[in-house]
Each structure stands twice: as C-alpha cells, then as structure tokens.
C-alpha cells in the first residue's frame, strides 16, 4: 500500500517500467471517484488482458459471447482467471482505492484478491492509498511502502529493501554477518533509497 500525495505519480512511473518489461503483461485501473465499482474494474482488467493477448479473443467468444453471457461480476470471476492461466505474468496495479465508496473497497479487494488465490498464475497486485483504517486492515501481513514523512517508515521500508538484496548474497557467499552490514546500510543510507538496477 502506498500513501500520500506521489502515489499516483509512481503507480504510472512503475507501470511504465512494467510495460517496457518484456514478458510482464500489465494491467491498472485508477480509481477517480465513489462510482467507481468491483465490477467496472474486473471488465476494465479483462479488456487490458484481452488486448495485451488478441489470441484471447477466440476464448472469449467461444466460452463467453457466444452463449450469450453478460459482463456481470460473476462471469467475470469465472473469465478472468482463465485468461490469466493463458498469460505467462501479469501485474495489476490498482491506484487510489481510498477514492471508492467503502461499499466498493471491499468488493474491489475481495475480488482481486480472490485472482490471487490460484497458486498456478503467476500474477501479482500493487494496491495504492492513502492510509485509510479498512483498507490497512485487510492488506496487514502484506508487503507495503509508506511514503510518509517519517524517516522510521522510511527506514523500515530501506530495511526491507536491503534485507531481501542481501538474501541473494547469502546464497553465494555463505556470510554469516550478514544483519550487522545490513544494519550498518540502512544507517549510512540516511533515510536515501537508492534502488538497484
């Protein structure tokens, strides 16, 4: 969950690199107001999956336009993750959702992240905010970056950051001291965060 007011600035900066990413099929929706519905998202992701893979388009037809299906939320449960077995990565990057009415928020977390659920699709969700008490709630336990102020939160997130670069190194060289430079990084970083290309 991202907040404050560059969340939208860097949800575009990310999918921007995730569609120069060959092999990663990107999807997003930005949320713009209290109407914005589960279901106007879920056909909004089908359409972006749709066209990102035109050889989809003989499955929807087939399966779907031909016999007469509609585009309601529950034929689009059942599409979506049929089309997302078809593509080898996708990413969706769901901006804004504080915007929604809290009606909205919680379908809208509830279906996207129901896609997830299937262990065989190699799809992940980025989901901006700003802090709002629902939506902290029901993605707790998940990975996050608060953009705030505070050069705790700051840390907490280079912390993360270099804890996982330094996974890697582990493997390689069996280094058994590896928390003490972690923790001496993050120090001398200063709250900068300078990601690794």
């Known amino acids: 969950m991202l907040t404050t007011v560059g969340k939208s600035v860097m949800c575009s900066y990310i999918l921007r ?3 120069l ?7 997003w929706y930005f949320c713009d107001s209290q109407d914005d519905s589960c279901n106007r998202v879920l056909r909004t992701i089908a359409l972006q999956l749709l066209r990102s893979q035109i050889d989809l388009a003989s499955l929807v037809f087939n ?13 689009l449960r059942l599409l979506i993750p049929e089309m997302l077995e078809v593509i080898p990565c996708t990413r969706l990057v769901v901006d804004g959702l504080d915007e929604c009415s809290h009606e909205n928020q919680k379908q809208i977390l509830k279906e996207t992240q129901a896609l997830r ?7 992940k969700i980025l989901f901006s905010s700003r802090e709002e008490v629902y939506i ?17 939160n700051v840390n907490k997130d280079i912390q993360a950051y270099v804890h996982h670069a330094f996974g890697k190194l582990q493997n390689k060289f069996q280094a058994t001291h590896l928390s003490e430079v972690e923790s001496v990084v993050v120090e001398k970083s200063k709250g900068i965060f300078y990601p690794v290309k």
Do not use: D
């Not at 659920?117 to 799809?123: D, E, Q, R, T, V």
């Not at 902290?136 to 705790?152: D, M, Q, T, V, Y």
């Open 63 to 75: 399966k779907y336009v031909s016999q007469g299906c509609n585009t309601s939320t529950a034929q």
């Open 17 to 19: 690199n995730l569609r």
């Open 136 to 152: 902290a709630a029901k993605l707790r336990g998940k990975p996050f970056i608060s953009l705030s102020e505070s050069k705790e």
């Open 21 to 27: 990413t060959s092999g990663i099929t990107a999807c």
């Open 117 to 123: 659920i299937n262990s065989k699709l190699h799809f």
